[in-house]
């Protein structure tokens, strides 16, 4: 069962625009989210986090946004670039010491110039 | 910097067979992940070891054993490989309990036939 959803599976934008990538999540246990990106034939890299206690966070051209009463999270990518097409994970931890992340099944973004 | 190295970036392997899968990393860190990725499907996780000889089953730990015998080496075993194994096979790693932040490794796409 699938606690954290990422229910677009591709998005096209031009570059320059705004890319928005969005994410659910069910369990309420989750305490802290994160996003990586992946190129084919390479692995996840880490983009961006947030803690439950923030409602944003930002880091240059990429900025999360987190809204616990709805369980939804959003990445902004402002401008977009060419480089920035990628498949893009949500993943959620729920205050684990393990360290366990639960993964969306991603969403694929096409910048094109 | 951050490193985690997988045995092969491809392998090809008949029905049957008993597979490897290694994973390094040299940052002593104390969490080893090991996920599979597929089409539409995302990132799920197999199994992950908290510490030398202590692991734990993920969501599709059917099929698939682990070792971890020194801190630096999470191995994957296939103890006979079925085309449904057929996959991306990504190794993460995470320090201590301060972050969640996960490091991935390149990926060993696995071929059965």
């Known amino acids: 069962d699938q606690q954290v959803k990422q229910n677009s599976p591709s998005l096209s934008v031009q570059e320059g625009r705004i890319s928005i990538l969005n994410c659910d999540y069910t369990?309420?246990?989750?305490?802290?989210f994160l996003w990586y990106k992946k190129y084919p034939a390479e692995g996840p890299t880490f983009l961006i986090s947030i803690s439950s206690i923030k409602d944003k966070n930002e880091d240059g051209r990429f900025t999360v946004f987190l809204n616990k009463s709805a369980k939804h999270l959003s990445l902004h990518i402002v401008p977009s670039q060419p480089g920035d097409s990628a498949v893009y994970f949500c993943a959620a931890n729920r205050g684990s010491t393990l360290g366990r992340l639960y993964f969306g099944r991603g969403t694929q973004l096409t910048v094109w110039p | 910097d951050v490193k985690v190295t997988q045995s092969s970036r491809y392998l090809v392997k008949r029905t049957g067979e008993k597979v490897f899968l290694e994973c390094v990393q040299d940052?002593?860190?104390?969490?080893m992940f090991w996920y599979r990725q597929d089409p539409g499907l995302g990132l799920r996780l197999i199994y992950f070891s908290y510490d030398v000889k202590m692991k734990e089953k993920g969501d599709i730990p059917e099929g698939y054993s682990v070792s971890r015998e020194k801190k630096e080496r999470f191995s994957l075993i296939l103890e006979s490989a079925s085309t449904n194994q057929t996959s991306m096979y990504l190794c993460?790693?995470?320090?201590?309990?301060?972050?969640?932040?996960?490091?991935f490794g390149p990926g060993t796409r696995l071929t059965v036939t």
């Open positions: 993460a790693s995470r320090d201590g309990p301060a972050t969640y932040e996960q490091y």
């Open positions: 369990n309420s246990m989750f305490d802290y």
């Open positions: 940052m002593d860190h104390e969490n």
